[in-house]
Protein backbone atom coordinates (compact mmCIF):
# COMPACT_ATOMS: atom_id res chain seq x y z
CA UNK A 1 0.00 0.00 0.00
CA UNK A 2 1.05 3.69 -1.07
CA UNK A 3 1.26 6.36 1.54
CA UNK A 4 0.70 10.02 0.64
CA UNK A 5 2.19 11.05 -2.20
CA UNK A 6 4.34 14.77 -1.57
CA UNK A 7 4.89 17.07 -4.02
CA UNK A 8 8.60 17.80 -3.27
CA UNK A 9 9.57 20.21 -6.59
CA UNK A 10 7.81 21.79 -8.78
CA UNK A 11 8.58 24.31 -11.73
CA UNK A 12 6.50 27.56 -13.22
CA UNK A 13 3.92 26.73 -15.13
CA UNK A 14 0.23 27.66 -15.22
CA UNK A 15 -1.80 25.47 -12.63
CA UNK A 16 -3.44 23.52 -14.88
CA UNK A 17 -0.58 21.97 -16.52
CA UNK A 18 1.02 21.54 -12.93
CA UNK A 19 -2.09 19.42 -12.21
CA UNK A 20 -1.99 17.24 -15.13
CA UNK A 21 1.92 16.64 -14.78
CA UNK A 22 0.94 15.96 -11.16
CA UNK A 23 -1.91 13.58 -11.78
CA UNK A 24 0.06 11.66 -14.36
CA UNK A 25 2.90 11.31 -12.41
CA UNK A 26 0.62 10.08 -9.43
CA UNK A 27 -0.79 7.25 -11.80
CA UNK A 28 2.80 6.03 -12.67
CA UNK A 29 3.79 6.13 -9.10
CA UNK A 30 0.66 3.97 -8.47
CA UNK A 31 1.53 1.46 -11.95
CA UNK A 32 4.70 1.25 -10.68
CA UNK A 33 3.96 -0.02 -7.22
CA UNK A 34 1.35 -2.25 -8.69
CA UNK A 35 4.07 -3.55 -10.40
CA UNK A 36 6.31 -4.24 -7.24
CA UNK A 37 3.89 -5.60 -5.47
CA UNK A 38 2.95 -8.27 -8.25
CA UNK A 39 6.53 -9.39 -7.47
CA UNK A 40 8.18 -7.43 -11.04
CA UNK A 41 11.72 -6.65 -10.71
CA UNK A 42 12.96 -3.11 -10.17
CA UNK A 43 14.47 -2.88 -13.94
CA UNK A 44 11.11 -4.21 -15.22
CA UNK A 45 9.04 -1.41 -12.95
CA UNK A 46 11.29 1.32 -14.32
CA UNK A 47 11.42 -0.16 -17.99
CA UNK A 48 7.46 -0.14 -18.31
CA UNK A 49 6.78 3.38 -16.08
CA UNK A 50 9.12 4.82 -18.86
CA UNK A 51 7.22 3.40 -21.55
CA UNK A 52 3.95 4.42 -20.14
CA UNK A 53 4.79 8.19 -19.19
CA UNK A 54 5.63 8.37 -23.03
CA UNK A 55 1.63 7.62 -23.52
CA UNK A 56 1.05 10.23 -20.97
CA UNK A 57 2.95 13.33 -22.54
CA UNK A 58 6.07 12.96 -20.34
CA UNK A 59 9.17 13.69 -21.82
CA UNK A 60 11.47 12.48 -19.23
CA UNK A 61 11.42 10.36 -15.68
CA UNK A 62 13.90 9.63 -13.62
CA UNK A 63 12.78 6.60 -10.94
CA UNK A 64 14.52 5.74 -7.85
CA UNK A 65 12.78 2.86 -6.18
CA UNK A 66 13.61 1.64 -2.51
CA UNK A 67 12.35 -0.94 -0.24
CA UNK A 68 10.67 1.88 1.73
CA UNK A 69 9.20 3.60 -1.09
CA UNK A 70 9.57 5.41 -4.49
CA UNK A 71 10.21 8.69 -5.71
CA UNK A 72 9.82 9.63 -9.62
CA UNK A 73 10.43 13.11 -11.20
CA UNK A 74 8.63 13.93 -14.41
CA UNK A 75 9.09 16.54 -16.70
CA UNK A 76 7.09 17.85 -19.55
CA UNK A 77 8.03 20.82 -21.60
CA UNK A 78 9.76 23.41 -18.90
CA UNK A 79 7.49 21.55 -15.90
CA UNK A 80 8.82 19.57 -13.75
CA UNK A 81 7.59 17.52 -10.77
CA UNK A 82 9.04 15.41 -8.11
CA UNK A 83 6.78 12.83 -5.84
CA UNK A 84 7.46 10.44 -3.28
CA UNK A 85 5.60 7.69 -2.18
CA UNK A 86 6.25 5.84 0.72
CA UNK A 87 4.96 1.78 1.25
CA UNK A 88 3.37 0.73 4.03
CA UNK A 89 2.21 -2.95 4.99
CA UNK A 90 -1.14 -2.74 5.16
CA UNK A 91 -2.36 -4.83 8.11
CA UNK A 92 -4.30 -7.75 5.70
CA UNK A 93 -0.89 -8.28 4.01
CA UNK A 94 0.22 -11.41 5.30
CA UNK A 95 4.20 -11.54 6.77
CA UNK A 96 6.10 -13.89 4.40
CA UNK A 97 5.88 -17.16 5.98
CA UNK A 98 9.50 -19.33 7.16
CA UNK A 99 9.24 -23.10 5.57
CA UNK A 100 11.61 -23.56 7.90
CA UNK A 101 9.56 -22.38 11.27
CA UNK A 102 7.90 -25.70 10.79
CA UNK A 103 10.66 -27.57 11.40
CA UNK A 104 11.95 -28.77 14.03
CA UNK A 105 15.14 -30.29 15.48
CA UNK A 106 14.67 -33.80 16.01
CA UNK A 107 17.20 -35.98 18.39
CA UNK A 108 18.33 -38.95 16.54
CA UNK A 109 17.69 -42.03 18.31
CA UNK A 110 21.23 -43.39 19.55
Do not use: C, K
Not at 89 to 104: D, I
Request: glycine share 10%; hydrophobic share 45%.
Amino acid sequence: MLGLHTVLMSSLGTPEQQATLTESLDVLLRFGAAMLRSGDTAFRVRDAMGLLAGNLGIDQIAVHITLGGMTATAQAGTQSVTLAARSRRSASTPRARRPWSSLRARASPA
